[in-house]
């Protein structure tokens, strides 16, 4: 079995920063890209940032510059460290990652942020 946890959530004011985690752990041989989705009320859930296991990464235009994602490897974890946050960046953030032949999804961690 494995799970992804999510944490470092919750309400910020515009213009603030957060931090999330997700630690993968269980039964792990391999965990090749890892990233993190978004999902506001109404709305389809998007891809916000993701990496790979040598790196490089990928991020939605909506937060190229304020957001960074990050990894390690040796903890089977990944970071977003989310800076100038706005209101429209509210939603439920999913961690995922792609572990062997298959996908897994941590259980969402809500981010808002008033203004």
């Known amino acids: 079995q494995v799970q992804l946890v999510e944490s470092g959530g919750g309400l910020v004011q515009a213009g603030g920063s957060l931090r999330l985690s997700c630690a993968a752990s269980g039964s792990i041989s391999s965990i090749n890209v890892m990233g993190w989705f978004r999902q506001a009320p109404g709305k389809q859930r998007d891809l916000v940032a993701r990496?790979?296991?040598?790196?490089?990464?990928y991020y939605a235009d909506s937060v190229k510059g304020r957001f960074a994602i990050s990894r390690d490897n040796a903890k089977n974890t990944i970071f977003l460290e989310m800076n100038s946050l706005r209101p429209e960046d509210t939603a439920v953030y999913y961690c995922y990652a792609n572990i062997d032949i298959h996908q897994h999804w941590g259980q969402g961690t809500q981010v808002s942020v008033s203004s």
């Open positions: 990496i790979s296991a040598g790196g490089f990464t």
